[in-house]
C-alpha cells in the first residue's frame, strides 16, 4: 500500500495529505456560512437560502469524499504511530460523527434538530485534526 500511495503522491505522500486537509477545511469554513444563509442567521443579497442549502450539501459531499481519501492514505502510508494519538483519536472521531450526520440526513429524519450541533462538531474535530497534522507540517503548532 505505501508503495502504491508512494506512487500517486510522486514521493509526497504528507505534502498530498496536507493539501487534501487544507482544502478540506476551506471548504468547511466555507460551508459554515453556507449553513448559516440557508438557516437564515445571514442574509446577503446575492444568496437565497435554498441555493445555500443546496449548496451546503454539495460542498458537504465533496468534502466528505476528500476526507475518506485523506485517512484511507494517511493509515495506508504512515499507520498508527504512538507520537500522533491525538491526531488518530480526533480523526477517528471526526469520520464517526460525520457518519452519524450523513444518516441523521438520508435516514433517520427525525432526528434532524441535531443537525447544527453534529455540523459544528465535524467542524471542531476537523479543525483539530488539522491542527494536529497539518499544523505540525505548516509549523503551525
Keep these: 500500500m505505501e508503495d502504491l500511495i508512494d506512487t500517486l503522491t510522486r514521493g509526497n505522500p504528507t505534502e498530498v495529505k496536507v493539501l487534501l486537509a487544507s ?15 440557508g438557516y437564515g442567521k445571514l442574509r446577503p443579497p ?19 469524499v476528500l476526507l475518506v481519501v485523506t485517512a484511507a492514505m494517511c493509515v495506508g502510508y504512515f499507520g498508527f ?3 500522533a494519538s491525538l491526531h488518530m483519536v480526533a480523526a477517528v472521531a471526526l469520520l ?3 457518519a452519524l450526520k ?14 447544527p450541533a453534529l455540523g459544528i462538531s465535524v467542524w471542531a474535530l476537523l479543525a483539530l485534526t488539522w ?6 507540517f505548516l509549523e503551525l503548532t
Aim: aromatic content about 8%; glycine content about 4%.
Design 131 to 136: 491542527l494536529t497534522s497539518a499544523g505540525d
Design 102 to 115: 450523513v444518516a441523521v440526513i438520508r435516514w433517520w429524519h427525525s432526528m434532524g434538530r441535531f443537525l
Design 23 to 37: 482544502v478540506a477545511l476551506a471548504l468547511a469554513v466555507y460551508q459554515l456560512l453556507l449553513i448559516a444563509v
Design 96 to 98: 464517526c460523527v460525520l
Design 46 to 64: 446575492f444568496l437565497a437560502a435554498a441555493p445555500a442549502t443546496r449548496t451546503h450539501r454539495a460542498v458537504g459531499d465533496t468534502i466528505a
Design 81 to 83: 504511530e504512538d507520537d
